[in-house]
């Protein structure tokens, strides 16, 4: 008995011992203590554990590489720089830091240098995987989709199972203008993994993506109060001139089928339109457009709209802008909105507008506008929104009011043809306002 309780005792001893010696252990390596921190996705914290431990021990070289990918998955790209630097410093031959200095450079958009480090890292082990797909990337971010093109169709020869290098390949192409073998390739990655959304949704955006020419018709028929008209409404022509600029010409006769005044007067009412749209960068753009507006009882307007977009994470952006209208004969009239886009679903968003305006017969007009956007896939698009609104008339002292909601739905038939279809209805401060139209869509120049 004496011996089994003493092998008993031995046994706990032992046990207990080694626990204290694995506690100790892992107290001591930063790394194992930071792991559970990082599984957690709290890398700031990961971070101050290698920042202490680095304090006392400054030539420990992995735990530098280690703060650099924190430092990276937090976005801190210039303070990663740095970390990777220290251990390469010390290590030259750790391929991993040098990958990891590489991936820094190019999310930090120093492109040469990444480029610099990839190469690098491809002589200190040819072939490399990491670095091929490093270097790819670092052209596509770069804007040198000629080059990612060639890399990319490289690593997906090379790896035929990886679905990811096909939709980087679909990225790349589509940069590059070639649109048609970029759905290819899309598709290709859509059925090596059919679980996966994101083949599909590239697939959905570059349907959307703007052609080198797009033609739009539109025609329809309005009553507004008494009064019916029909005819061409209007007739656009855009074209993309770089990768970040899209010009358009515009002749718009809507006034003259919507406005009761000018038909009761029997007016035109043309509005010609030159305006384009900016990328500055993959967070913001801007549209402009300069209009005149002709009528036919000789009275001009000259108008500018300006509009800044800021495209937020998930697809998202709010919008702000301001129309000032310009005439000899009248005070200046301007129009104040703002909104955005609000993604609920991956096929649903709802895009709420407010609009201040100051005609010359107003002392203000509000409207607020709830259009709900839904993308249903292969290019088919339906919008059905509601509005309302309020205006004080000069020498009125009740508030007029006006209500309304409208469809707008999109049709592919064809790669280049798509059917458009409108409906809009309006309770407005003078009389109501219905209005259906039908329009074609021309995508031309369309790589197949």
Do not use: C
Request: hydrophobic content about 35%; cysteine-free.
């Amino acid at each position: 008995m004496r011996t089994l309780e003493f092998l008993r005792n031995t046994f706990l001893l032992t046990a207990f011992s080694l626990l204290a010696i694995l506690q100790t252990e892992a107290q001591n390596d930063p790394l194992k203590s930071a792991e559970p921190l990082l599984k957690s996705g709290l890398y700031g914290q990961a971070a101050d554990v290698y920042s202490q431990w680095l304090n006392s021990h400054p030539d420990d070289f992995r735990v530098w590489r280690a703060l650099g990918y924190t430092q990276s998955w937090k976005g801190a790209n210039r303070d990663a720089i740095r970390s990777f630097g220290k251990a390469i410093e010390g290590d030259p031959a750790d391929l991993d830091a040098r990958l990891g200095l590489g991936y820094a450079y190019a999310w930090n958009k120093e492109f040469g240098k990444a480029a610099n480090t990839f190469e690098a890292a491809l002589g200190q082990s040819p072939g490399n995987e990491e670095a091929t797909k490093g270097l790819a990337y670092t052209a596509l971010w770069s804007g040198n989709s000629v080059a990612a093109v060639r890399q990319f169709y490289n690593l997906t020869y090379r790896y035929p199972e990886n679905y990811e290098y096909q939709i980087a390949l679909g990225n790349a192409l589509r940069d590059s203008g070639q649109s048609g073998k970029a759905a290819r390739a899309y598709q290709k990655a859509k059925s090596m993994a059919p679980e996966q959304t994101e083949p599909a949704r590239q697939l959905e955006l570059l349907r959307r993506q703007s052609t080198p020419i797009e033609v739009d018709i539109w025609g329809g028929v309005s009553t507004v109060g008494q009064m019916r008209s029909e005819g061409l409404r209007l007739v656009q022509l855009a074209g993309q001139v770089t990768d970040q600029l899209r010009l358009f010409a515009k002749y718009d006769r809507s006034l003259s089928v919507d406005n009761l005044d000018l038909l009761s007067r029997d007016v035109s009412g043309n509005v010609y339109s030159l305006g384009g749209y900016y990328n500055w960068t993959p967070e913001t753009g801007t549209n402009l457009e300069t209009s005149v507006r002709q009528f036919s009882d000789q009275h001009t307007q000259f108008t500018v709209r300006a509009e800044q977009l800021y495209f937020l994470p998930n697809n998202a952006h709010i919008k702000g802008g301001l129309m000032a209208g310009f005439s000899k004969d009248q005070p200046t009239e301007y129009v104040l909105f703002g909104g955005g886009n609000i993604p609920l679903t991956s096929w649903f968003a709802i895009e709420p507008t407010y609009f201040f305006t100051r005609l010359s017969s107003f002392s203000n007009d509000h409207r607020l506008v709830l259009n709900g956007k839904m993308q249903l896939g292969k290019g088919y698009e339906l919008n059905a929104g509601a509005l309302a609104g309020w205006a004080q008339l000069q020498g009125e002292q009740n508030t007029r009011k006006l209500s309304g909601g409208y469809i707008l739905a999109l049709a592919p038939v064809s790669r280049p043809l798509w059917l458009m279809f409108s409906y809009r209805y309006e309770k407005g401060f003078f009389d109501d306002l219905s209005a259906v139209s039908l329009g074609l869509k021309l995508r031309l120049g369309q790589d197949r």
